[in-house]
């Protein structure tokens, strides 16, 4: 009996096996779901990241696209709308907007579109957003400092018959040696000291450089090219020969001999290096509209002897009711009709300043006389373009010539041109950044330039800017 008993209990445990096994396969499948589905997430994440990078360098493409756009783009041109695209980039298709305020100097003053010469952005601020298949949305945001590439009068100096440099005289380029001098018909005769941190042409003539006169670029004439001094770019004479006893740091190019003293580049006698390069003298007239175009307000000063000059000296000096800082304008061209005889008086005394509400322009049929001492201020960024034109054509040279007398002073916040179809003259112990455009130009001693072009308008234009990339950050 007891046996039959045991024997039953042992029948009790078939089966057991299927159970486990069972067990085991459940364990099985249920590891087996979780590993696939952390897979799944695994590869969801991965590729979202891979959506997340793509939308970042579409990003990145949208801020890239304004930089060149503002490169290439003329001033009057540029939009305010957001540049979009849609890149065929693998794995997926990505796109982006990208949108531009921009800046006064000042760097929060906005500039609005369409803009003008009158008010040229100094800053730029681009959001561009990158997508991928339209979702997973990157912003990035960049700032830059934006510098005008100007076109119109590509020279420091441009002179119609010469030019007479005095002792001291240091001519520094905008960026690196580009502060050029063109002589378009008269000889080229350097003496003294100058330094000219540019390249000299002389398209109609000869050059001759004597003592420690030094050109940091290059020296070009039609004829014949006389170093007595130092040259540090190359010489080139396109009809004669590169002579004298001094240094030529590049190049000796001539289609005559080239037997200066030293050249530390090659010698190319025999060599015609082709036409020098030159520009044409600019005729700028009394015509206004092309400054009211550009957003200039006009103010207009007439009548007999020296009275339309006093009238607009004073009115810019600030001097008695009515004048330019109770006019409510910021941005003036100053019209004088005159018949004096005489260049305008722009000092009725010793050290008066003359402090600048906006950018400023002189038209005037006659010159302009800086004498005694003045003090022209900007003050403050952003810098004021400074015009003082005498009118083409010629006429009388008496009447049209510029007189800039000693210790004139013109300061940082100024860039300035002076124009006449005349004779200018820069006196002793001045320093001003701009532009001197005459057919004569005479140099005084201690005197110090830097070329900045200055924007004539309906003589040129802003044709894009460069760009100084403050940050890029992601937002």
């Known amino acids: 009996m007891m046996l039959r008993q045991l024997n039953r209990l042992h029948d009790d445990e078939e089966g057991m096996a299927l159970i486990v096994s069972m067990m085991v396969a459940f364990v099985v499948l249920?590891?087996?779901?979780?590993?696939?589905?952390?897979?799944?997430?695994?590869?969801?994440?991965?590729?979202?990241?891979?959506?997340?990078?793509?939308?970042?360098?579409?990003?990145?493409?949208?801020?890239?696209?304004?930089?060149?756009?503002?490169?290439?783009?003329?001033?009057?041109?540029?939009?305010?709308?957001?540049?979009?695209?849609?890149?065929?980039?693998?794995?997926?298709?990505?796109?982006?907007?990208?949108?531009?305020?921009?800046?006064?100097?000042?760097?929060?003053?906005?500039?609005?579109?369409?803009?003008?010469?009158?008010?040229?952005?100094?800053?730029?601020?681009?959001?561009?957003?990158?997508?991928?298949?339209?979702?997973?949305?990157?912003?990035?945001?960049?700032?830059?400092?934006?510098?005008?590439?100007?076109?119109?009068?590509?020279?420091?100096?441009?002179?119609?018959?010469?030019?007479?440099?005095?002792?001291?005289?240091?001519?520094?380029?905008?960026?690196?040696?580009?502060?050029?001098?063109?002589?378009?018909?008269?000889?080229?005769?350097?003496?003294?000291?100058?330094?000219?941190?540019?390249?000299?042409?002389?398209?109609?003539?000869?050059?001759?450089?004597?003592?420690?006169?030094?050109?940091?670029?290059?020296?070009?004439?039609?004829?014949?090219?006389?170093?007595?001094?130092?040259?540090?770019?190359?010489?080139?004479?396109?009809?004669?020969?590169?002579?004298?006893?001094?240094?030529?740091?590049?190049?000796?190019?001539?289609?005559?001999?080239?037997?200066?003293?030293?050249?530390?580049?090659?010698?190319?006698?025999?060599?015609?290096?082709?036409?020098?390069p030159t520009q044409t003298f600019p005729q700028i007239t009394s015509n206004t509209t092309p400054f009211t175009n550009a957003g200039y307000s006009l103010v207009t000063f007439s009548g007999t002897g020296t009275t339309p000059c006093t009238n607009a000296y004073n009115y810019v000096k600030n001097t008695g009711a009515g004048t330019w800082a109770t006019s409510g304008l910021t941005n003036i061209v100053v019209r004088i009709v005159t018949t004096s005889g005489s260049p305008c008086d722009l000092t009725t005394g010793n050290n008066d300043v003359i402090t600048l509400r906006g950018n400023l322009a002189f038209i005037s049929d006659g010159g302009y006389n800086f004498s005694p001492k003045s003090d022209w201020r900007g003050t403050s960024a952003p810098t004021k373009l400074l015009h003082f034109i005498s009118t083409w054509p010629a006429g009388s040279c008496t009447n049209k010539n510029i007189l800039v007398s000693n210790s004139t002073i013109f300061d940082a916040f100024t860039n300035v041109l002076f124009y006449t179809p005349c004779t200018a003259t820069m006196g002793n112990s001045n320093n001003f950044a701009g532009q001197v455009l005459a057919a004569n130009v005479s140099i005084q001693n201690q005197f110090l330039m830097t070329y900045t072009p200055v924007l004539v308008p309906g003589y040129g234009t802003v044709t894009g800017f460069q760009q100084s990339i403050s940050y890029v950050r992601e937002v």
């Not at 580009?178 to 003496?191: R, W």
């Open 30 to 276: 249920m590891l087996s779901t979780i590993v696939v589905a952390q897979s799944i997430h695994s590869l969801d994440s991965s590729g979202y990241e891979r959506q997340r990078l793509t939308s970042v360098n579409a990003a990145e493409a949208g801020t890239n696209d304004w930089w060149q756009y503002l490169q290439a783009t003329p001033l009057a041109s540029i939009g305010c709308t957001a540049r979009v695209a849609n890149l065929g980039s693998a794995p997926v298709e990505s796109a982006y907007s990208a949108t531009a305020t921009f800046y006064r100097s000042d760097g929060t003053t906005q500039v609005a579109c369409p803009m003008t010469s009158a008010d040229v952005p100094a800053y730029v601020k681009v959001e561009s957003i990158g997508t991928a298949e339209g979702e997973a949305a990157r912003t990035i945001e960049t700032y830059a400092q934006l510098t005008p590439i100007r076109t119109g009068f590509g020279a420091a100096i441009m002179a119609v018959n010469g030019t007479t440099f005095g002792n001291n005289f240091q001519l520094n380029g905008q960026s690196g040696n580009d502060g050029d001098i063109y002589i378009l018909n008269g000889n080229l005769t350097i003496g003294n000291s100058p330094v000219i941190y540019g390249n000299v042409f002389v398209p109609n003539g000869t050059a001759t450089l004597t003592n420690s006169s030094e050109i940091k670029g290059s020296l070009w004439a039609h004829g014949t090219v006389s170093v007595g001094s130092t040259v540090r770019g190359t010489a080139k004479s396109t009809t004669g020969n590169v002579s004298g006893s001094g240094l030529v740091g590049g190049d000796a190019i001539a289609t005559g001999t080239t037997t200066v003293s030293t050249v530390t580049g090659t010698r190319y006698p025999g060599t015609n290096p082709g036409p020098v």
